[in-house]
């Protein structure tokens, strides 16, 4: 069901590479919401989707533009503006990758060039996007910036690697330039640390099917999906959130407040049964 919560209002989208990704679900919400924006992945990530099609779906422009690039970031945010005839009041980044994790490289032992590649692309491309936003003066007042974090952030979870020390820089920037520029323009930023979810970047983390189970369990209300998040963010989007900024909203069941559940605990009994040891 759609309530118009983002009538009249103009953005852009970061990520989406097919029907799996957060991005491409909040797309579809934000047109159904009633906004109109523009899409944009690195060319690489165009050629390997099928970002077109969720385009002509929501009468959407593509923009290739390099979120690492602060070149193709003005270039974006300038032809974006164009297009859409006016100032954005959305921005969603959904953007995250490790060299090393897809190079098998465990956390002790890290390629540092690569290390940099996945900081960059994770998360200085946030602050890159603000910042040439803000310099070209992009964005409406009461507008809202998202990115999407995990709680690898503040906790450890083995096989998440160096894209805890990205999502950590990234929560970071979201408070540092929430303050800029929520006291200079009204523009709130925030960050949704969303439950494991089986998009293409998450299917090619280590033990990810275990750790989907494992949080699932574990959360009172299971895990969120791809869709709920999209949600999440049409109303982080829309004028009911108008307050809410420097925050890193968890998006994840309970899991984010939990021990241990009834769930889980018997799932973890099991597995010392099957050795031949019982817990009361």
């Known amino acids: 069901m759609a309530y118009n919560l983002l009538k009249g209002k103009r953005g852009i989208i970061f990520g989406a590479l097919n029907e799996s990704s957060i991005a491409w679900k909040v797309a579809e919400r934000a ?28 009468g959407s422009v ?32 959904s953007i995250g990758m490790s060299p090393n994790v897809r190079k098998g490289r465990h956390y002790s032992d890290l390629d540092y060039d690569l290390l940099n590649r996945t900081l960059d692309v994770s998360a200085v491309s946030f602050h890159k996007v603000l910042q040439t936003a ?8 009461w507008g809202s910036v998202l990115a999407l974090s995990y709680i690898a952030a503040q906790r450890t979870f083995y096989g998440y690697n160096d894209m805890a020390d990205a999502k950590s820089l990234l929560e970071s920037i979201a ?53 709920e998040c999209a ?21 994840d069941g309970g899991f984010s407040s939990m021990g241990m559940s009834v769930s889980a605990m018997e799932q973890y009994n099991k597995g010392f049964e099957e050795d031949g040891h019982k817990f009361d």
């Open 31 to 58: 047109h159904e919401e009633g906004a109109i924006f523009t899409l944009s992945n690195a060319p690489i990530a165009l050629r390997m989707g099928e970002i077109q099609v969720l385009a002509d779906k929501c």
């Open 62 to 93: 593509v923009i290739p533009a390099d979120a690492a690039n602060v070149a193709d970031l003005k270039a974006l945010i300038a032809q974006s503006v164009e297009v859409l005839g006016g100032k954005l009041d959305f921005i969603l980044h």
């Open 134 to 141: 803000r310099k070209l003066d992009a964005i409406n007042e």
């Open 175 to 227: 408070r540092s330039f929430g303050y800029i520029y929520g006291n200079e323009r009204k523009v709130r930023i925030n960050t949704i640390s969303q439950s494991p979810t089986p998009t293409t970047a998450g299917n090619g983390l280590k033990m990810f099917s275990n750790l989907l189970d494992f949080s699932d369990r574990l959360s009172p209300l299971g895990n969120a999906t791809a869709d």
């Open 231 to 251: 949600d999440y963010c049409i109303v982080m989007f829309s004028d009911l959130t108008k307050k809410v900024t420097m925050q890193n909203l968890f998006h």
